[in-house]
């Protein structure tokens, strides 16, 4: 049985899954080739071997042409639909976004159908989640673990305005 593991006491971001997955063995063709089945405009990936706080890692960045489109819950799940991607791949990022959508809705008191996606629905962010999904797909998972996420504090800027952390 393959079993991965994530350590999340710096967090977890698409990006720095990307390169954990990549660190872990993935070929960064492997989840490029599933960002690319996407039917949205070119978006690449690259790597940047990095050290943090001593430890050698791999990043991976998301290139992404800049975008006003604001997709809904049923715009990504129709997007993700019609994409060329293996079933396993295409159910896990449905799945993803189906939970994002869920608790979204949850938050601005609307159905999940209903939701618009800001900073989830661009790009960067569909290629974060296919290219995840589809890197642990390639492992061959039977089980994923993970420590708890670090929490912090303060305030980020999103499409809402500034928000609590």
């Known amino acids: 049985m393959t079993i991965g593991w994530l350590d999340l006491a710096a967090g977890a971001s698409g990006d720095m899954l990307l390169g954990a997955l990549v660190d872990a063995g993935v070929p960064l063709e492997v989840l490029a080739g599933a960002v690319s089945a996407l039917p949205v405009e070119a978006v690449t ?3 940047e071997a990095v050290t943090r706080h001593g430890l050698g890692a ?3 960045h998301v290139h992404a042409p800049p ?3 604001h997709r809904t819950w049923s715009d990504v799940r129709a997007l993700l639909a019609t994409a060329a991607l293996p079933g396993a791949v295409r159910d896990g990022a449905l799945a993803v976004f189906e939970r994002l959508a869920v608790a979204e809705g949850r938050v601005h008191r609307v159905p999940a159908d209903e939701v618009h996606f800001h900073e989830v629905g661009a790009l960067d962010a569909l290629a974060d989640v296919v290219g995840v999904v589809a890197g642990f797909e390639h492992l ?3 089980r994923l673990s993970a420590s708890p996420v670090a929490l912090g504090s ?12």
């Open 154 to 165: 303060g305030s980020a800027r999103g499409a809402h305005g500034v928000v609590p952390v």
């Open 140 to 142: 061959g998972l039977e």
């Open 67 to 69: 975008s006003e489109v």
């Open 45 to 47: 990936l690259s790597t």
């Open 58 to 60: 791999t990043r991976v």
